[in-house]
């Protein structure tokens, strides 16, 4: 272990402590830390301030995160969820068809119909009010999940798909 000669540390060569000002005082390429006080407070107050900022982004970002998850579901025709029907089994998905003739029976808030694609036809029971452009024949979204012991979707959530021409009536 090498010691510093009193010689070598300016503080005690001078007899005088150093007065705090702009500049810094180094020994040896490295910052004096008796003359320099605030200069450690600062990087105190820099290192506060970034893990603050990054604090708050993985915050925001869980927060996005988890508000967002619920949102993303598959959209599926009939014949692809019944292709995958152990893949999707209690899964949210939506799924996109043509609501079935003769199909659609309402009992209260209790709906009943059968969603297809021109292949494979699924029943689908939904509780609450329906859109008033769902009809039978019409293109509907359906999202919830599938039943694979009931062969049944619980719909949680009934959309009617518009035609995407509309033509004014002939008077």
Known sequence: MIKRRKRDDPHQVSGLQPQRSNFKLTIRGEP???????????????????????????????LAWTSFKSSFQYSLTPSELMRDETTYSGRGVKIAGLVEE????????????????????IPVHYSGIVPNTFHEGGEGVVSGKYDRNRKSFESTQVLARCASKYQAKEM
């Open 102 to 121: 003769g199909s659609y029976h309402v009992a209260g808030l209790e709906n009943t119909f059968n969603v297809s694609d021109g292949t494979t036809m």
């Open 32 to 62: 004096c830390r008796k003359c320099a006080p605030e200069d450690n407070l600062m990087k105190r107050s820099k290192r506060k301030y970034i893990v603050g900022v990054v604090v708050i982004l993985i915050a925001f970002a869980s």
